[in-house]
C-alpha cells in the first residue's frame, strides 16, 4: 500500500515541478495577495478631512479647533466663510466632518458656561461616521476637562477626580487593525490554495483520461487520494512558511507563541482544505468547473463566515450555525491565539478537533461520489 502511494505521490511531484507557471503561481501568488490585501485592508481611520466654521473667531476657538488638529486623527482641509459652504463640502466630499463654532463661543467660555459645537459628519459610510463621532466626542470631552481645569486653578481650587482610568489594549496595544486582520489573510489564501490546486490536479487525470488507468490499476481510491495530496500538503506547508515569512517581513506579525502548534494546526487546516479540493475534483468533470467551484466554496466563506473580516458574534443564529461550514473560521482562532496572544493548546483545543472531524466527513463525502460515479460509468 505504502509504495503505491509512494509511487503516486513521487508521479505527481515530477508533474508540478515540470509545470513551471504553476509552480510560481503558487508560491509568488500567495505573498502578492497577503502584501496588497494587507495594504488595502484597513480599518484604522486616520487624517479625516476638517473643515471649520468659525463664526466666533476668537483665540479660544482657535485654540478648540487645534486642539482637534493635536493627533493624527484630523486633518483641516479648509476655514468655511458662511453656512452655505457646507452643503457643498459635504456634498461632494471636500470634507468629511464639519465643526460649526457659534458666535458667542469664547463669550460663554470665559462666563463658565456651556458651549454648543455642532458637528456635521458625512453618515454615507456608517462605521467611519461613527468612530468620527468617537473621535470628537473624546477630543471635546478632554478639552472641556482642560478648561474646567483651569477655571478651577484660577481660584484657588484642586480639581481631583474620585476614579483614574489606566486602559490598557493587550495582544494589540496600539490597536492596529492590521494586526488583527493579517491571521485571516493567511487562512483564507492557503485555502484558496490548497482547494484550487488538488482539485486541478485530480480534474486534469479527468480531462486527458489517465484516471481511467488509475482506476483499473492495483490502486485503491483512498490510495490514489492520498499519494496525490501529499506533494499538495508538502507545498501549502512551504506556502504557510513563506506567507508567516511575509506577514513578519511587511507588517511585523511575529509568532509569540509555539511553533510546535502552529505546525499542528497549519496541518489540520491543510488536511481539511486539501479534504474540500478532493470532494470539488470529485463532483467536477473540468478545470475551468473545478476552479470556479473551488475559487467559490474556498473564498466566500472564507472571506464572509470565518470571523476573517465581520465578528461572527454579531451574526444572526442562523448564519452563526452556517459559518461552521469552512475550516477556516477555527483556524484563524487557532492562528490569533498563536502568533498574537502567545496562548496554548488549551485555548483551541476544540478548532483542532472541528477541523479533524471535518476532514474526516469531508473525505468520507468524497469518497463515496467517487464509487458512486464509477459504479454509474460501469453500469452505464
Not at 459652504?85 to 459635504?90: F, P, R
Not at 487520494?225 to 511575509?246: E, H, M, Q
Request: hydrophobic share 50%; charged share 15%.
Amino acid at each position: 500500500m505504502f509504495n503505491r502511494i509512494k509511487a503516486i505521490a513521487i508521479k505527481e511531484t515530477r508533474q508540478l515541478l515540470r509545470d513551471v507557471r504553476m509552480m510560481g503561481v503558487i508560491f509568488l501568488f500567495p505573498v502578492f495577495l497577503l502584501v496588497v490585501f494587507g495594504y488595502a485592508i484597513n480599518f484604522d481611520v486616520k487624517h479625516i478631512q476638517l473643515a471649520a466654521l468659525d463664526k466666533d473667531n476668537s483665540s479660544e476657538s482657535r485654540e478648540f479647533i487645534n486642539s482637534l488638529l493635536s493627533t493624527d486623527y484630523f486633518d483641516l482641509v479648509t476655514h468655511l466663510k458662511s453656512d452655505a459652504e457646507i452643503k457643498e463640502y459635504l456634498d461632494r466630499k471636500k470634507a468629511q466632518c464639519i465643526a460649526v463654532i457659534p458666535p458667542d463661543f469664547s463669550k460663554r467660555i470665559n462666563r463658565n458656561e456651556s458651549a454648543e459645537i455642532q458637528f456635521l459628519i458625512d453618515g454615507v459610510d456608517g462605521n467611519t461616521a461613527t468612530i468620527i463621532m468617537n473621535y470628537v466626542n473624546a477630543a471635546s470631552a478632554g478639552y472641556s476637562n482642560k478648561l474646567n481645569y483651569e477655571f478651577l486653578s484660577s481660584r484657588g481650587i484642586k480639581l481631583s477626580s474620585p476614579i483614574t482610568l489606566e486602559p490598557r489594549f493587550w495582544f494589540n496595544p496600539d490597536l492596529n487593525s492590521t494586526r488583527f486582520l493579517i491571521p485571516g489573510l493567511i487562512g483564507m489564501i492557503l485555502i484558496i490554495i490548497a482547494v484550487v490546486t488538488i482539485s486541478l490536479s485530480i480534474v486534469r487525470e479527468k480531462e486527458r483520461g489517465t484516471i481511467e488507468q488509475l482506476n483499473v490499476s492495483s490502486i485503491n481510491i483512498p490510495e490514489l487520494l492520498t499519494g496525490k495530496a501529499i506533494p499538495y500538503i508538502v507545498i501549502a506547508f512551504i506556502n504557510a512558511g513563506v506567507i508567516l515569512a511575509a506577514g513578519y517581513l511587511f507588517f511585523g506579525i511575529a509568532v509569540k507563541g509555539s511553533y510546535f502548534w502552529l505546525l499542528i494546526s497549519t496541518l489540520f487546516f491543510l488536511s481539511a482544505s486539501i479534504g474540500i479540493g478532493i470532494l470539488v475534483s470529485v463532483i467536477a468533470d473540468s478545470l475551468q468547473v473545478a476552479f470556479q467551484v473551488g475559487t467559490l466554496i474556498s473564498l466566500l466563506p472564507s472571506m464572509l463566515l470565518s470571523g476573517f473580516v465581520f465578528p461572527i458574534e454579531s451574526m444572526p443564529y442562523v448564519i452563526r450555525v452556517f459559518s461552521n461550514v469552512t475550516p477556516t473560521k477555527f483556524y484563524i482562532v487557532c492562528l490569533r491565539s498563536i502568533l498574537l496572544k502567545g496562548a496554548g493548546i488549551e485555548v483551541f483545543w476544540e478548532q483542532l478537533l472541528y477541523m479533524a472531524v471535518f476532514t474526516v466527513i469531508v473525505v468520507i463525502a468524497a469518497s463515496k461520489i467517487y464509487y458512486k460515479k464509477q459504479l454509474k460509468e460501469l453500469n452505464g
